[in-house]
C-alpha cells in the first residue's frame, strides 16, 4: 500500500506550501555553505596576512646586514 501512495504522489503536482518548504530548506542549506566559504576566506586572508608580516620582517633583517 505504501508503495501505491508513493507512486501515486510521485506524479503528483505540489502543493504551494510543499514548494515553500522546499524553498525554505534550500535557503538554509545556501546559508550554510555561504557561512562555510566566508569562514574558509577568512582563514585565507588571515594566514595571507601573517604571511606578509613575516616576510616584511625578514626584509628587514636581511636590509640590516
Known amino acids: 500500500m505504501r508503495f501505491m501512495k508513493f507512486f501515486k504522489d510521485y506524479w503528483r503536482d505540489l502543493t504551494p506550501l510543499e514548494v515553500i518548504t522546499h524553498s525554505l530548506a534550500q535557503a ?4 550554510l555553505e555561504s557561512e562555510n566559504a566566508t569562514e574558509y576566506a577568512k582563514a585565507c586572508l588571515q594566514l595571507s596576512l ?14 640590516r646586514d
Open 50 to 63: 601573517a604571511r606578509i608580516e613575516r616576510l616584511n620582517e625578514r626584509i628587514k633583517e636581511y636590509k
Open 28 to 31: 538554509h542549506l545556501e546559508r
